[in-house]
């Protein structure tokens, strides 16, 4: 009886499993559309300049988005169905399930943020179609519709991650989990775009911010997994779609520019812009704060507070390989005055110390999203 039990349990988890993987993968993919428009976008403005609302790379951008929340929706109308016909809901499909709207809705907390993350950025996509008929094309990424837009795609991502997050008894949704982190990686140094606002009379502010949300991901990624690979897992993915960004970007800038026939402009770096924005170093960064994760582990020391050690010293490293980044990547560019550089390090190491203690929590409750296992706990 108990073999008979543990079978159809067995069955009934892979079927369970097979059920949650299908919408999970197509929100990681409408993502992924959204992140191949945006670096489009950003290199069209470098290499071309002329925009207007209704360009192709937008078009990616929006249908991304359109992807991420159509499967996000149906997921919710299917869970609400569920638990009106009295069916039990399976956790791993996307998180526990919440109400939306008293009990009118259903909906796993996962496919909740990721939905309402992608109808914000297509309310900001109306927001950004009036900028464009009032202003003509944009000349910054910074304007106020755009910087809704990049913050609508990281709640959206961020739901994407949760979705992952909940099946991470499978090893899809562990890669997955891995995958979502790796493209808010990517996307996460043109957010920090937005700090060219503030005043950087004494230090980075866009390296500093770079290099927070870089530890910050990375140490999720550790968090997430507690075991050996996970910080070197997401860097090394984001390696990858660096290295296939470096070509997509400038090709498809000047594919497209061919095609609607208009010219390059006069001077350009030749260097991929989305892509140089990402650390170069962040892959042996990553590997040094395994060595650190790892030392803590042989010593026994509580994992939490050896992610701040290691979150620090990766925000260190960081904070130095930008700046000589862009030394190295941009003709004319050079190394600013040592204190300059100094006041950089240091305050990315400070804000390094909390992205490895943020990501290392952050990391914890991804884990709370999926079922509890029999004796399971959280190394705090």
């Not at 470096?246 to 402009?265: H, N």
């Not at 990553?286 to 030392?295: D, G, S």
Request: hydrophobic share 55%.
């Amino acid at each position: 009886m108990d073999l008979t039990a543990s079978g159809v349990r067995t069955t009934s988890v892979a079927k369970q499993a097979r059920t949650g993987l299908l919408p999970a993968n197509v929100v990681l993919g409408g993502s992924l559309l959204s992140l191949v428009g945006l670096t489009w976008d950003i290199q069209w403005h470098s290499d071309v300049g002329p925009d207007t609302f209704f360009t192709l790379p937008h078009l990616f951008l929006y249908a991304g988005s359109a992807v991420v929340g159509l499967a996000s929706l149906a997921v919710v109308l299917l869970t609400t169905a569920a638990r009106r016909a009295g069916r039990p809901v399976d956790p791993r499909v996307g998180g526990r399930v919440v109400n939306v709207f008293g009990r009118t809705f259903a909906a796993p907390l996962g496919y909740l943020v990721s939905g309402v993350g992608a109808a914000t950025f297509l309310l900001y996509g109306l927001w950004d179609q009036w900028w464009h008929g009032l202003y003509g094309f944009d000349a910054v990424i910074d304007s106020p519709p755009h910087i809704g837009l990049l913050l609508a795609i990281t709640v959206s991502l961020i739901g994407t991650t949760a979705v992952f997050a909940a099946a991470r008894e499978h090893r899809w949704g562990r890669l997955g989990t891995l995958a979502s982190l790796t493209v808010l990686l990517t996307f996460a140094p043109v957010l920090a775009l937005g700090l060219q606002q503030v005043p950087d009379d004494y230090a980075d502010a866009v390296s500093i911010g770079t290099s927070m949300m870089a530890v910050l991901l990375v140490a999720v990624g550790a968090g997430f997994l507690r075991r050996p690979g996970g910080a070197v897992g997401v860097a090394a993915m984001v390696a990858a779609v660096q290295a296939v960004f470096w070509w997509f970007s400038p090709w498809a800038a000047t594919a497209y520019a061919d095609m609607v026939g208009l010219p390059l402009r006069d001077a350009i770096s030749g260097v991929p812009e989305m892509p140089s924005l990402t650390p170069m170093a962040l892959l042996p960064v990553a590997a040094v704060m395994e060595l650190v994760y790892f030392a803590g582990r042989r010593r026994g020391w509580r994992a939490g507070r050896v992610s701040v050690v290691a979150g620090g010293i990766a925000g260190l490293l960081l904070g130095l390989s930008l700046p000589v980044q862009r030394t190295l990547l941009y003709t004319g560019a050079h190394l600013p005055p040592a204190w300059y550089l100094t006041t950089t390090v240091v305050l990315s190491a400070a804000l390094g110390l909390l992205g490895g203690f943020a990501g290392w929590r952050f990391g914890g409750m991804l884990c709370l999203l999926a079922p509890a296992k029999r004796g399971e706990t959280a190394d705090a």
